[in-house]
């Protein structure tokens, strides 16, 4: 089933290759067409990272499926095998490898007018949008699912919240700057389309290349409300989806839960606020936020997210034992503590890093900022795999808490109380059973 995605991904590479190499009008230079490729400015990035996410997500699910975690009983539904999540990844692969090789093979082209570069970038995420909401087609049931999930998440806290949902809202805090992305190139696209010219003579009167408008606008989009409203906007969903929670459940530990997505925004408004005014005060205070964020972040991943500290029942902090030194004995994924010392640690890391430079405004161009959106999507795939492991542990093996247990849990009797959450962090009410997730 991949042959297909793969072979026609592979013939659009080999068009941008051939058109590249062989061009009489651009520099035949790796580095700046692996930037067109991947990360040349913000109309570029959010596909890739896409496709990135989706291959994340497939290894997720191979790695939970060989512990032998009942993907289907946490998640509340059924779950694609991740070969068929791989598929999905592959074919939008290809789709933006084909608008790519549109955009370099119309650039060789002599006297067009209607910026390639632009407009092959904005007809993908068209593509995209329509692909994902056609009623049939690839991986059907999962991406009508998914759909549902993001709609849901969005008008949070209006519709009910389970751990499907808290995964796929967690993963969007971690593409805030792909949103932040989406909102400038919604921003200086009609700046740039309205100006007409021969693409090639870019010595003619009254034509401009679509780099330096783009260049000439960014910095008034970039530093604009709508663009602060875009990256802080993932984090009022999954803060919405806390006070639903809270709502319904009355358990203090969603407040805390919701603070926790609160700091966010003193991050991009100080992060703002270094744009907007430069000095010396709004870099203390953006620092001093970014510290808070990121530590409180780090804390709630290790303590509860992960339930890694080991607890007087072994299975964490979530049953109001108090807690020992040490981690949990009942890991699932690793057998040995070494790998979640390593996995706190890389953690710990990413999550400074990622808020420094992505809410801090480093430039929205170049490498640099592709590369931290790259590790934050890894850091977040790690996440997820742990994530779930913890709630598997509570779920399933709550019942035996008093004592270790093996991770054959296969022949276990796996017996779940569903419209009940054991770790109070989202209501599982799940009305949709059959649903299908990717």
């Known amino acids: 089933e991949l042959l297909t995605p793969l072979l026609a991904c592979a013939f659009a590479l080999g068009l941008v290759l051939a058109a590249w190499y062989t061009s009489v009008i651009h520099p035949h230079s790796t580095v700046k067409l692996v930037g067109k ?7 570029v990035r959010p596909p890739v990272l896409l496709v990135l996410t989706l291959l994340g997500w497939a290894g ?9 975690m009942p993907l289907d009983l946490v998640l509340g539904g059924s779950v694609q095998p991740a070969g068929a999540t791989l598929r999905s990844a592959c074919v939008l692969l290809a789709l933006v490898v084909g608008f790519r090789a549109a955009h370099v093979v119309a650039s060789e082209t002599p006297g067009l007018t209607w910026r390639p570069w632009l407009t092959t970038n904005l007809s993908l995420h068209l593509v995209i949008l329509l692909a994902a909401l056609l009623p049939a087609g690839l991986s059907g049931a999962s991406r009508r699912s998914l759909v549902s999930t993001l709609v849901e998440s969005v008008i949070a806290p209006f519709a009910p919240v389970t751990f499907w949902h808290v995964i796929v809202a967690d993963y969007l805090t971690s593409m805030a700057k792909a949103f932040s992305d989406l909102q400038l190139t919604a921003c200086l696209s009609p700046g740039i389309l309205a100006h007409y010219g021969d693409y090639y003579a870019t010595e003619h009167a009254g034509y401009t290349r679509s780099t ?35 709502h319904d459940t009355r358990e203090v530990k969603n407040l805390y839960n919701a603070l926790k997505y609160s700091t966010a925004f003193p991050l991009v408004y100080t992060g703002y606020l270094r744009k907007l005014e430069p000095s010396a005060w709004n870099d203390h205070a953006f620092v001093a936020a970014a510290i808070l964020q990121s530590s409180y972040c780090f804390v709630w991943d ?27 004995e009942t890991r ?24 420094v430079s992505v ?6 161009r170049g490498y640099g900022m592709f590369v931290f959106e790259v590790l934050e999507i890894a850091r977040r795939t790690a996440w997820a795999v742990f994530r ?10 709550s019942q035996n808490a008093a004592r270790a247990i093996a ?16 770790t109070g962090l989202y209501d599982t009410d799940d009305t949709d059973s059959a649903a299908s997730h990717p």
């Not at 500290?309 to 979530?318: F, I």
């Not at 598997?392 to 093996?397: A, I, L």
């Open 37 to 43: 490729l991947l990360w040349k400015n913000a109309s």
């Open 60 to 68: 997720v699910i191979r790695v939970c499926r060989s512990a032998g």
């Open 212 to 246: 330096a408008l783009w260049e000439e606008h960014h910095a008034a989009c970039a530093s604009s409300r709508a663009n602060a409203v875009m990256l802080a906007l993932p984090f009022w969903w999954r803060l919405m989806q806390c006070l639903r929670v809270y």
């Open 302 to 328: 290790v303590l509860m997210d992960w339930g890694l500290p080991k607890c007087a029942d072994g299975l964490g902090s979530r049953h109001g034992s108090q807690c020992k030194s040490g981690f949990r």
């Open 332 to 355: 699932l994924v690793f057998g040995s503590k070494a790998p979640y010392f390593l996995l706190c640690a890389v953690n710990f890391s990413l999550r400074f890093v990622w808020t």
């Open 359 to 364: 809410f801090g405004g480093l430039p929205g």
């Open 388 to 397: 779930i492991e913890w709630e598997v542990v509570v779920k399933v093996y």
């Open 407 to 422: 991770p054959e849990h296969e022949t276990m009797s796996l017996k779940v109380e569903r419209g009940s959450s054991s």
